[in-house]
């Protein structure tokens, strides 16, 4: 049988294991946020899979980008409703 390349879910899971000595060099005061951001990934991760990278850290950006703009829209949103 041939090797089965690793799905996103997996490569994102060893790219935030890969980032844990940064983490851990964070001020702890910063950890949620680091940690939100893959968070984030793994929200669009079904997205991210479906565009096949060779590379993690691609699609990883752009989720984590795409779930800021969310996070902007709202606030616009919200900000335009008072």
Request: charged share 35%; glycine share 4%.
């Amino acid at each position: 049988m041939g090797k089965t390349n690793p799905t996103y879910r997996d490569q994102l899971r060893r790219l935030e294991e890969d980032w844990q000595p940064f983490r851990r060099a964070l001020r702890v005061q910063y950890h949620d946020e680091f940690d939100q951001l893959f968070d984030d990934a793994r929200q669009f991760a079904d997205a991210a899979g479906i565009q096949n990278e060779m590379a993690v850290m691609e699609p990883f950006l752009i989720s984590v980008m795409l779930a800021q703009e969310c996070r902007i829209r709202e606030i616009e949103d919200s900000a335009g409703n008072d």
